[in-house]
């Protein structure tokens, strides 16, 4: 007779950490982690988020993924001390939210930057020759101010990639279209007035939602552990990461610019204070 085999992590909940800015090497992260959850057929998965946000693409990637998991497992998002903008369309992919009551939230719409340095240019004697295709292959620029036409453009990608937010957060929280149109403005507000908004469902800590989690998976929330799957670092930054903690600030700035400079010009869920 041959029984059937059951893995060890049946009886544990996955969990994934979204930190910082959210762009392509954390879409690739995330959905690596969420193929291996699958596989070794994890009864439900803590999500927990504590980012401003990221690119519109990366983010769609991560829900869309997210959403199709949902369908063989449980799933409860947990917002840390900030989950604003893409923070929160990401969270939709999750069945259920725990919110800490001050966590900083919102943020829900897109913004898309441009530097103009015209003005920086001039002053130094440095100009730019530019043969395009056609009229708006330069668009955004950063040595000239954007015309009235390309405005109008942008603003038509804007208002689009706003309404895919807006539909996604109204499914993920059953809500009308206009209800979260509502707060829809990019304002940001606390974990304690997204339960009233009906963005969240529970207010209370990464613990709480721990144990909803295994509740809905019938698991002891006791007992039950979580598995974190983190990206695998190589041996060398696991030898001097103990060493490396004096710049941690240093090392933030630097790759928030490494972000910025990456996605100038690319539409933005980011929360930016």
Do not use: H
């Not at 809905?216 to 930054?237: I, M, Q, R, S, V």
């Amino acid at each position: 007779m041959v029984w059937p085999f059951k893995s060890k992590f049946t009886k544990q909940i996955a969990r994934i950490e979204v930190t910082g800015a959210i762009a392509g090497a954390t879409r690739k992260r995330v959905l690596e982690a969420l193929k291996t959850i699958e596989e070794k057929k994890f009864p439900a998965l803590l999500l927990r988020i504590d980012s401003p946000g990221g690119t519109v693409g990366d983010s769609q990637e991560i829900y869309s993924a997210l959403k199709r998991l949902r369908e063989k497992i449980k799933i409860v998002a947990s917002f840390g001390n900030i989950s604003a903008s893409g923070g929160v369309y990401i969270g939709m992919g999750a069945e259920y939210i725990v919110s800490n009551p001050g966590t900083i939230t919102g943020s829900i719409g897109v913004i898309l930057r441009g530097n103009n340095l015209e003005r920086l240019l001039e002053k130094i004697g440095i100009s730019f020759k530019v043969i395009k295709s056609g009229p708006y292959k330069d668009i955004l620029a950063f040595d000239r101010e954007l015309t009235d036409p390309e405005k109008d453009i942008l603003q038509q990608l804007i208002d689009i990639s706003y309404q895919q937010f807006v539909q996604t957060v109204a499914e993920g929280r059953k809500l009308a279209v206009e209800k979260v149109r509502s707060f829809a403005d990019g304002r940001i507000f606390t974990g304690e007035q997204a339960l009233e908004l009906g963005v969240v469902d529970r207010l209370g800590t990464e613990d709480d939602a721990r144990r909803w989690a295994a509740e809905l998976a019938g698991l002891d929330p006791d007992k039950t552990e979580c598995y974190t799957l983190e990206e695998p670092k190589p041996f060398w930054n696991r030898l001097v990461s103990s060493q490396v903690q004096v710049r941690s600030g240093l090392t933030a700035g630097i790759d928030w610019l490494e972000f910025e400079l990456s996605t100038n010009g690319q539409p933005l869920w980011l929360y930016r204070p």
